[in-house]
């Protein structure tokens, strides 16, 4: 009797309905990954030192250490050379080539990287990147000829395309409110923070020891970060779905009592048809992965605003390139100066730091707008040039230090400003390929050509003062293209819905890591 009763009881016991099941299938779907010990201060401090190992890199490969100089011959005395090109025999031009070469792998790997981000945790994309360019980088000390140091460097570009492309969208996600310009400033910061140091350890390295040694010692910096992309809990950029659903939801209809297991079975038969016409939407998205890449690019190129930002930066980046690659060897040539590497690379690292920073937080002072942000642009890169133009005019070393270094100082200032507006035109889910494009863009079409070809003007007209003050005078048209962008009509994109938010609980979902969202989110996510 006892049996029966407790029989009757578990059957008149409430059940989970199809409706429950339900509910609880769209609430695990919108639930994100929690973070781990990250915090949005610790992920930019994170991000910062990694795009700083990146220009390390580049900075040292250009430095008179590493880089070196050629075998001369003069009244039949002859000298060995140093470096890179000493040591291979290279021309400018292939000294120039070698320094661009990495842009090959970057053009080849950023749009697949982008796209990636929307089936991948972009997090462990990252992760992934990080190891290839490691890897790349210790083949670099290893190599033997022009030809294998410079399809080591192609993959430094292919490792360093994951990064540069979702790197600033996280930080922009997780960025306060006012601060997101900044904190954009921060970051890009360390773009010639990172050639500075270059110069300066490049020089250490290949002058005490060998200038294998420097890529062997960039490896090893590189390192615990490739391990901290893969054990850390992956983290979710705005805009994308979780891949971890599924998951979960399995977690869910197994920890069912088996006297529920009718109930479920009835689920499941009633969301048969949806799963269905999700697969066979999975399957034709896979497909047409290719065609939805062209459909993205053609919404950037038709977006007016992103181009003229770009074509900005293009000719900017074509100028600061050359500084970057060529400025310690005309700077020994012009002023004869013993220490260029030194002298440079404090310019470099002090002017960076100043200008970047100030940049970020004058548009946040301003109020962060996309018209704003073209006037800043224009402003500082005009008045900059107007400094560096000047200063390779004057023949006194000090006087050129001098202005020298206000014109950087100016001219550092467009990070953040170029960045944000490349950020905040376009939706969401195209930031990571906003950002390819825009980084490919600038490197393809501005310091990747311009490295080969003022090496080239360099050794037709034999005069680095002359060849300064042509590269220098390109900055004016960079001015004047920014200038044109102040008049164009600007949409801030940056909350507005993409394909692939599903609801206001998954977008206040996407930015996990700040803690003053969180009551936020658990508010929007409670049913009404």
């Not at 929307?118 to 994309?125: D, E, T, V």
């Not at 930080?171 to 990172?194: E, H, R």
């Not at 002017?351 to 004058?362: E, N, P, Q, S, V």
């Not at 002072?365 to 073209?374: G, L």
């Amino acid at each position: 009797m006892a049996k029966e009763e407790a029989k009757t009881a578990s059957l008149d016991a409430p059940n989970p309905s199809v409706v429950d099941i339900e509910m609880a299938r769209n609430s695990v779907s919108l639930a994100p990954p929690k973070p781990s010990w990250f915090t949005p201060k610790r992920l930019l401090a994170i991000f910062c030192v990694i795009n700083m190992l990146n220009y390390v890199d580049r900075g040292a490969i250009a430095s008179n250490g590493v880089n070196g100089s050629r075998r001369t011959c003069t009244d039949g005395t002859c000298t060995s050379g140093s470096g890179i090109q000493g040591e291979f025999n290279l021309n400018n031009f292939e000294d120039g080539v070698l320094s661009s070469a990495f842009m090959v792998g970057l053009l080849v790997a950023s749009p697949i990287f982008a796209s990636l981000a929307k089936s991948l945790n972009p997090f462990r994309l990252i992760g992934v990147g990080l190891s290839v360019w490691t890897v790349a980088v210790i083949g670099c000390g290893f190599s033997r000829d022009f030809w294998s140091i410079t399809i080591c460097r192609m993959l430094v570009g292919v490792g360093e395309a994951s990064f540069i492309s979702l790197a600033a969208p996280f930080i922009d996600d997780n960025a306060p409110v006012s601060q997101k310009t900044a904190w954009l400033g921060i970051f890009y910061m360390c773009i010639p923070t990172g050639y500075a140091i270059g110069y300066v350890y490049g020089g250490l390295v290949g002058d005490h020891f060998s200038w294998r040694y420097a890529f062997f010692g960039e490896a090893i910096l590189m390192f615990p970060f490739v391990v901290l992309g893969f054990v850390m809990k992956p983290l979710q950029l705005k805009g994308f779905a979780h891949t971890e659903s599924k998951k979960a939801l399995t977690d869910i209809e197994t920890a069912l009592p088996e006297s529920q297991d009718v109930e479920v079975t009835t689920a499941k038969s009633h969301t048969s048809l949806k799963e269905d016409v999700d697969n066979k939407n999975s399957n034709k998205s896979s497909k047409s992965k290719d065609s939805n890449i062209i459909k993205d690019l053609k919404v950037l190129l038709v977006d007016k605003v992103y181009v003229i930002n770009v074509l900005g930066y293009i000719a900017y980046t074509f100028v600061i390139g050359a500084y970057s690659y060529w400025g310690p060897k005309a700077g020994r040539s012009i002023y004869n100066m013993s220490d260029a590497d030194m002298i440079f690379g404090g310019i470099t690292v002090v002017c960076g730091i100043l200008g970047t920073i100030a940049g970020g937080y004058i548009l946040d002072y301003m109020n962060s707008t996309i018209s704003n942000a073209f006037k800043l642009l224009s402003a500082t890169t005009f008045v900059g040039a107007i400094f560096c133009f000047g200063a390779f005019c004057n023949k006194n070393l000090y006087a050129f230090l001098a202005l020298f270094s206000i014109g950087e100082l100016l001219v550092f200032a467009i990070q953040g400003p170029v960045n944000y507006i490349s950020l905040h035109c376009v939706k969401p889910s195209l930031r990571p390929l906003s950002m390819a494009v825009s980084t490919v863009s600038i490197h393809i079409f501005g310091d990747v050509p311009s490295s080969p070809l003022v090496g080239v003007l360099q050794d037709r007209v034999n005069n680095w003062r002359e060849t300064a003050l042509i590269l220098t005078a390109i900055l004016f048209p960079a001015a004047v293209i920014w200038f044109i962008g102040i008049f164009l009509h600007s949409v801030d994109r940056f909350n507005e819905e993409s394909e692939h938010q599903v609801s206001r609980t998954e977008r206040s979902n996407t930015t996990p890591l700040l803690e003053e969202r969180k009551p936020e989110t658990e508010t929007s996510a409670q049913p009404q």
